[in-house]
């Protein structure tokens, strides 16, 4: 592989870094779920906790996020081992799995819109056609949607391949004509909404229906859909910071790729609001039945209502689910890069990498693709079962990862309270000292280094400390008292919104990932004995730690020694030797096999 | 169109053919049967579209003249009295001697009641007739004879029925009826397939109420009411229910005894002729006349016949025939009659209700008086019911019912042969049954009762009820012969005066006549009868389904249920009524997944009546109910629902949609019906939204490539 910066990939620019990120904050997610979480929410009660999540939630995990990737230079997993310590690990597993989950079932979405791009241009979405057929049809044969889930995935192997500088050229592109296209579709959409000379769409989507706030659903959907547009917690922000610059900003760069995502979304919620109030008959039970199809059945009507006649349809069309499969392509890209990434700190090589992760995403995506493909009695129209229920589950997932984050911050803010006790020998625990040298101490060191446009105040420390705990606490407790509440046999584990299935989910993965933290993330086995198959079941392994590669860039001054994690002799910088030898739980100094080998990175 | 109708059409359209050549030939013919028809079927049809009566019919039905020819008394153009009416019941005994035997009064004898009875005592108290009456049944000089009645032709295994007319002596219409039944059953017993109307057909619009041939419809919209009554094609109006079965007369005689007696109160009847109102007591007497049978009240003990100019006695002479049954005699429960049973006051307000004097008689002989009061019940526990009565059945036109009832005994059993009767009265189109002695109380027999009241209902489009519910009243004949004699019995109000018009007798009989013939059929099992008729109205009723049912732009969602006119519901909502559910998906679901619906309870809505009418699944005419769920405008979802639909007595519970419509419930589905919101607060809540993020975003970017600007909220001393 050719290198034009041999010792770390880094992104060209600042516009480079903030079309990166915003591509991949911004994709199906402001165009395909947020337009039906208003419709499901009750319109313009939804944007209250929407608006409110996005600057108590997703603005400040994004911070954090930077922050942390930024200083540790390695993907989730690493930076988790760093910041949180070594038996903390299997939290970056967590929140890596989280987004590689949802990038099980991204694909195939993805997928749906590269379908819908090659139907528009072969003029099957013209005026006259029955969208929901169109749809229906699809969706309903399995073999269409996996070949189109595969495209999807190709394409972002290719894109993915050669690393962030192409990451960032793709981006680039994609993303000025989503804008174009988006803002030609509300156009079109608010002509038709006013044909009827009233505003329906518009009014619905921004009036406060009262009764829905007071439903804890629509504020944890609200917490949710925040983190989701704009992947906090996902770990994308972790993944990509690792290729910024030295003296990279982190705060205004956060808070710009948020807003900028939110805008989308708001410009996307609008053209689809209007364009169902204006072609539904019955557009609330359209909307709020919540239809994962709705973009796909509503857009193409809207645009087969453009002025100019069938070729200025048909290219509108093509164009916009053109756009749409870009949009969520970069989004893909992240996702896979993400998990990629973690591969790569940990000496594997990129390509074998790419195709390993592609290969599961692709496996891993095939339920969703293919499984519980039902029809809504009520409306006719055929939606993926699986795949939703595999949304709600990751989706709320999403909150762990935000407090995992959250933990991690603490974890250093006590650390750093100890050692300022002890260099100033206070023995009492004291509040006012622990504010002012422990719960501020991630802010400063990190956070507000001086290369920041935004210097961050108190109040982000508020939101991690109090916020974050407060907010997961009340959210979850009021998610699963609903569920219990409302829910039909909750209990039964075939119920696709019971309680048991996402619980089950969530524990057997924390379960896995908790167990694994020793064995696989922090340490390695290596087999004792010629037993190639069964070594570890038979215990017939030691452990020997992992060694974790970070990706700095040249010049940068990233220490990591007053972290949890950083003295660990075996994290080192990528290009760095490993020690040849390490200690034992046992007190004894072994040889570590890859000692000799070097490390190939990136 | 069905091969039927089409028939119909030809022969209607080529009897309008060949009504112009008829009249060419026989002009003078014509105008002297009715001077307007030389030109009214040309001018009829050139100003409204339809037919006029002569065009679809014979000129004997579109003239309204029965077949059985006469003078106009026979041909119902004016009334009979007394002497004619008796004269035309002799008549067609005479010539129908084979089903037709004519009576006076009873012969006599010892009665049920031990008492020794002669035929004069059942004869009028001051005119001295018999009422005089026929009966009717196949071979009615065969069977049994009855010598204390004085009739043959009785058979144990044929019911046997009771028309009575003329309780009251100024009510006219109420022995006209029954002539009018006499005369349609002499004239087409035994007969075969004739075609009453001369359309053609044959027997293809029986007694129902309903212009079942819809050659009414036909006619030009003038002609349509004939009655005038406001309703077209309606009961009574030429072409309804104008072409009976004549096998289904047949055989009804063949299987019934029908005793009929057309003017029970002949005494009181030749008084309101000859003395009280005159013999044309329409002009002067439409809505007033003589009521009451000729019993001397006076004290004086002698006044030869109450008349006008009687001070004292005017009033209070005459019995209300129709309070002086037996049953709950008297008893003082707020019933037309006076204060004290027994007493009448003269000038008094119940004068005209007088039930007749108390029974000073120790009946049963047990030393005691009206101990054991006529009720059903054994009011003294000596095992007798009912033997020592405190009055009624004083009357010789009473005792004559009480015991033509009693010692008619054809199969031996000791009980009443009569399982339906009828008591014609005027005037205020009603169809009554018992009770009529208390209010707010029910019979046992209830919603049979309701069910044959709402059959009759509907024949003649009269208003059913139950008689209290008029005004309550002790000692009448119904409450008599269904408490103490176990026999479905109505009282049918006739008509809109005591006195009718001439012109209007025959209209208004008509209307009247297939009560008798439905009673008639009846007789055999009238409680299984109704049974079985409520059971098939419940085939052809319906709840609306959710294609019917029409959501309003706001307010409550109305569903309709049309009911069988027969049916005997009631709105009680504990018995009827709407079952809801509102349904809505649940928001832990509506965001991924399908709609579920959890588990709701059902709630209840009343049924209210209507005034509106509605189609019957096999096309009649129904009673429409409504009802109304209650649905706020912002409610979307799916309302489930199903009726639940209960009789007077709450025995049958019937519910819609029925099985066989698939499913227990309908759903209908809610669309938002609410405003989405308001234009200028959404604007306000797009502006607050907006500008936090698009002028953040704003911001930022501002802020991203400002060089000269410093870091945003750097505090002063450097952060």
Same mark, same amino acid.
């Given at each position: ?320 689910? &053109? ?79 935000? &407090? ?70 009340? &959210?979850? &407790? ?125 | ?126 005119? *001295? ?124 005689? *063949? ?465």
């Amino acid at each position: 592989m050719s290198q034009q910066e041999p010792s770390s990939d880094q992104f060209s620019g600042r516009m480079g870094l903030i079309f990166a990120t915003i591509g991949a904050a911004i994709g199906t997610g402001n165009i395909w779920r947020f337009p039906r979480m208003v419709g499901a929410n009750g319109g313009g009660s939804f944007l209250v906790p929407w608006l409110i999540f996005l600057f108590l939630w997703s603005i400040p995990l994004i911070i954090a996020e930077f922050a942390l990737g930024k200083r540790s230079r390695t993907g989730t997993v690493g930076t988790f081992r760093i910041f949180a310590g070594p038996k903390f690990a299997w939290m970056g597993l967590w929140t890596a799995w989280i987004s590689t989950a949802i990038g099980f079932y991204y694909a195939v979405v993805t997928g749906w819109c590269l379908n819908y791009f090659q139907t528009a241009i072969r003029g099957g979405l013209s005026q006259g056609v029955d969208t929901t057929e169109v749809w229906n049809n699809f969706l309903q044969a399995p073999g269409q949607v996996i070949i189109y889930q595969m495209i999807a995935i190709l394409i972002t192997m290719a894109a993915i391949w050669r690393g962030a500088k192409a990451i960032e050229k793709a981006n680039v592109m994609l993303m000025v004509s989503l804008f174009v296209l988006l803002f030609t579709a509300l156009f079109l959409a608010f002509v038709m909404d006013f044909e009827d000379g009233t505003l329906d769409g518009f009014v619905y989507m921004f009036s406060i229906q009262p009764e829905y706030l007071m439903e804890p659903e629509t504020w944890i959907n609200g917490l949710s859909q925040s983190a989701w547009s704009c992947s906090a917690g996902m770990g994308m922000a972790i993944t990509y910071s690792v290729y910024m610059r030295k003296d990279e900003d982190t705060t205004l760069n956060a808070a710009t790729m948020c807003l900028a995502n939110n805008s989308i979304s708001i410009i996307a919620g609008l053209t689809v609001m209007m364009a169902v109030f204006a072609v539904s008959d019955d557009p609330l039970s359209a909307v709020g039945g919540g239809s994962s199809a709705i973009t796909f059945l509503v857009l193409p009507e809207v645009f087969a209502k453009a002025p100019g006649g069938p070729a200025i349809q048909l290219l509108m069309v093509a164009v916009f689910f &053109l756009a749409l499969s870009f949009a969520a392509l970069t989004s893909m890209i992240s996702t896979v890069e993400l998990c990629v990434r973690n591969f790569v700190d940990h000496g594997v090589d990129r390509s074998q990498a790419v195709g390993f992760t592609s290969v599961a995403i692709f496996l891993f995506g095939l339920p969703s693709a293919a499984l519980w493909i039902l029809v809504d009695e009520s409306t006719g129209v055929a939606f993926p079962q699986f795949l939703e229920v595999q949304d709600h589950i990751w989706g709320y997932g999403l909150m762990f990862s935000g &407090l995992f984050i959250a933990y991690s911050i603490w974890k250093y803010g006590w650390s750093r309270y100890k050692s300022w006790q002890e260099e100033n020998e206070v023995e009492d625990f004291d509040m006012g000292d622990y504010v002012d040298n422990g719960v501020s101490a991630f802010r400063d060191d990190f956070i507000n280094t001086g290369d920041n446009d935004w210097w961050i105040g108190r109040w982000w420390d508020a939101i991690m400390y109090i916020g974050f705990p407060a907010m997961f606490a009340v &959210l979850m &407790l009021s998610y699963f008292s609903d569920l219990l509440l409302n829910v039909h046999d909750p209990w039964n584990p075939t119920n696709p919104h019971g309680i048991s299935i996402i619980l089950l989910f969530w524990g057997v993965t924390a379960f896995i990932f908790i167990s694994l933290n020793k064995y696989v993330l922090v340490n390695r086995m290596v087999p004792t004995k010629d037993s190639p198959w069964f070594w570890p079941l038979s215990r017939d392994f030691e452990l020997e730690p992992r060694p974790l590669f970070r990706n700095v860039p040249e010049g940068a001054d990233a220490p990591i020694d007053m972290l949890p994690g950083g003295s660990d002799p075996f994290v080192v910088q990528a290009g760095e030797t490993l020690p040849d030898s390490f200690v034992d739980e046992y007190g004894e100094t072994r040889s570590h096999s890859t000692a000799t080998v070097e490390a190939e990175l990136v | 169109m069905s091969p039927i109708d089409a028939t119909r059409v030809e022969q209607a359209e080529a009897r309008s053919r060949r009504v112009p050549m008829t009249a060419m030939l026989l002009p003078l013919l014509l105008s002297l049967i009715a001077p307007a028809s030389l030109v009214s079927p040309v001018e009829a049809q050139d100003a409204e579209p339809g037919y006029a009566p002569e065009d679809i019919w014979s000129d004997e039905y579109a003239f309204q003249i029965f077949p059985w020819g006469g003078n106009e008394r026979v041909q119902f153009k004016t009334y009979h009295d007394y002497f004619t009416m008796k004269d035309r019941m002799q008549f067609l005994s005479d010539r129908n001697p084979e089903f037709i035997s004519y009576h006076e009064g009873l012969i006599g004898g010892i009665n049920a009641r031990g008492n020794e009875m002669g035929s004069d005592d059942y004869e009028g108290w001051y005119y *001295n007739h018999a009422s005089p009456w026929v009966k009717i049944t196949g071979d009615v000089a065969g069977g049994d004879c009855n010598d204390f009645v004085g009739d043959c032709g009785n058979y144990a295994d044929r019911p046997d029925v009771m028309f009575v007319g003329n309780h009251h002596a100024r009510e006219w219409m109420s022995y006209t009826v029954p002539m009018l039944f006499i005369e349609t059953v002499a004239y087409y017993y035994g007969q075969a397939g004739v075609d009453n109307d001369g359309d053609g057909l044959i027997d293809e619009d029986p007694w129902d109420g309903i212009d079942n041939d819809g050659d009414c419809a036909m006619l030009n919209a003038s002609n349509q009411d004939y009655n005038g009554d406001g309703v077209a094609c309606g009961p009574g109006d030429l072409g309804v229910d104008e072409d009976f079965s004549e096998q289904f007369i047949t055989d009804l005689v *063949n299987t019934r005894e029908i005793y009929v007696i057309p003017m029970l109160n002949v005494d009181g009847n030749r008084y309101d002729r000859e003395e009280y109102c005159g013999e044309t007591a329409w002009e002067n007497c439409r809505t007033s006349g003589w009521r009451k049978n000729l019993r001397d009240n006076t004290v004086t003990g002698f006044t030869p016949l109450p008349d006008v100019d009687e001070e004292v006695d005017e009033g209070c002479d005459g019995v209300d025939l129709n309070r002086n049954y037996q049953f709950e005699w008297g008893a003082p429960l707020g019933a037309t009659g006076p204060l004290f049973p027994g007493m009448c006051y003269a000038g008094g307000p119940n004068n005209d209700v007088y039930n007749g004097p108390v029974d000073t008689v120790d009946n049963d002989e047990d030393g005691k008086v009206n101990e054991d009061h006529v009720d059903g019940k054994d009011d003294d526990a000596d095992g007798l019911v009912d033997e020592d009565w405190m009055g009624g059945n004083s009357e010789p036109e009473t005792k004559f019912i009480q015991d033509l009832t009693e010692m008619n005994d054809d199969d031996g059993d000791g009980s009443s042969e009569f399982k339906s009767t009828i008591t014609w009265h005027s005037f205020s189109e009603l169809v009554l049954w018992p009770w009529g002695h208390c209010t707010e109380c029910v019979s046992p027999d209830d919603e049979y009762l309701i069910y044959h009241g709402n059959v009759m209902a509907q024949m003649t489009d009269y208003a059913p009820m139950q008689s209290s519910d008029l005004y309550p009243t002790t000692g009448d004949f119904c409450d008599w012969h269904y408490g103490v004699h176990d026999s479905y019995c109505y009282t049918i109000e006739i008509g809109n005066a005591f006195h009718e018009l001439p012109e209007d007798i025959a209209h208004i009989a008509v209307r009247n006549l297939g009560i008798s013939f439905y009673m008639s059929e009846i007789a055999d099992d009238p409680r299984y009868r109704a049974i079985v008729g409520i059971e098939n109205t419940t085939t052809r009723q319906w709840l609306a389904d959710p294609a019917n049912v029409t959501v309003p732009e706001n307010g409550d969602i109305p569903v309709e249920l049309c009911l069988d006119t027969s049916f005997p519901y009631t709105t009680q909502i504990e018995r009827t009524h709407l079952m809801w559910r509102f349904v809505e998906p649940t928001r832990q679901q509506n965001d991924f997944g399908p709609t579920e619906w959890v588990d709701v309870p059902w709630m209840m809505s009343a049924f209210a009546d209507t005034e509106d009418s509605c189609v019957l699944l096999d096309g009649a005419n129904g009673t429409m109910l409504m009802s109304h769920i209650p649905m706020p405008d912002t409610s979307v979802g799916k309302i489930q629902y199903k009726a639940m639909l209960g009789t007077t007595n709450g025995a049958f519970p019937f519910t819609y949609p029925t099985v066989d419509e698939g499913g227990n419930y309908y759903e209908l589905a809610i669309p938002y019906r609410a405003s989405f919101g308001s234009a200028v607060l959404a604007v306000l809540m797009f502006l607050v939204i907006a500008s936090f993020v698009w002028g953040g975003l704003g911001y930022t970017l501002r802020a991203m490539f400002d060089d000269e600007r410093g870091v945003i909220g750097l505090p002063e001393d450097g952060g």
